[in-house]
């Protein structure tokens, strides 16, 4: 079992940055992979980026490529979304997700956090 716990969401202006952090309960998180998705009212959640339980494989969506960074501390049990140059459209619920197996859907992945706020404007 894995429990994970978001943090690092908040209010910020165009152009700004946030870093979101996911501290993951479990000795096995270090032996998932780890992903972050969004999710906005109305819409399904999507993927943002993955990251294998290595650290050495990374995939991000192509709306954050360049601009959001994924990466993970597996000695301290937590990922991370490192996210600059943030535009009003990034504004979403952040979660992240790990499951045994590396992926960019969300049915294949098992273990939720509950989510962070990120609210961008212009």
């Known amino acids: 079992q894995v429990q994970l716990v978001e943090s690092g969401g908040g209010s910020v202006q165009a152009g700004g940055s946030l870093r979101l952090s996911c501290q993951a309960s479990g000795r096995t998180f270090r032996t998932y992979a780890m992903a972050w998705f969004r999710q906005t009212p109305g819409k399904e959640r999507e993927f943002v980026a993955s990251?294998?339980?290595?650290?050495?494989?990374?995939y991000y969506a192509d709306f954050v490529k360049g601009r959001f960074t994924i990466s993970r501390d597996n000695a301290k049990n937590t990922g991370y979304l490192q996210m600059n140059s943030l535009k009003p459209e990034d504004t979403a619920v952040y979660y992240c997700a790990a499951d045994g197996r590396l992926s960019n859907r969300a049915d294949e992945y098992d273990y939720w956090g509950q989510g962070t706020q990120v609210t961008v404007s212009s």
């Open positions: 990251i294998s339980w290595t650290g050495g494989n990374t």
